[in-house]
């Protein structure tokens, strides 16, 4: 079993900076050769897939978080990143952490507002 934890959500105002953590534990030996994603999803909406980062780590990021956002990876510590910057309020959601085949974390709510 594997289990995806993330951590690090919150009240930002606009324009601030939040970073997210995902911590893999479980019965997996590395996270090195899979890709691993953040997704979101606001109220009402469906979820969305948010960035992406292969095992050689190349990333991809939807067009409305590109120049905002990174997501990065830690190998060692079994850890993904998002650093979330210049947050806006229709950044307001739950981000979900997702990799390792087809595993989820429970979400970090995110909420943008001044």
């Known amino acids: 079993q594997v289990q995806l934890v993330e951590s690090g959500g919150g009240l930002v105002q606009p324009g601030g900076s939040l970073r997210l953590s995902c911590v893999v534990s479980?019965?997996?030996?590395?996270?090195?050769?899979?890709?691993m994603d953040w997704y979101r999803q606001a109220p009402g909406k469906q979820r969305e897939l948010v960035a992406t980062?292969?095992?050689?780590?190349?990333?991809n990021y939807v067009d409305s978080v590109k120049g905002r956002f990174t997501i990065s990876r830690d190998n060692t510590k079994r850890t993904v990143y998002l650093q979330m910057n210049s947050l806006k309020p229709e950044d307001t959601a739950v981000y979900y952490c997702?990799?390792?085949?087809?595993?989820w974390g429970q979400g970090t709510q995110v909420t943008v507002s001044s």
């Open positions: 980062i292969t095992s050689g780590n190349k990333t």
């Open positions: 479980g019965r997996i030996f590395s996270i090195s050769r899979y890709a």
């Open positions: 997702h990799g390792i085949g087809d595993y």
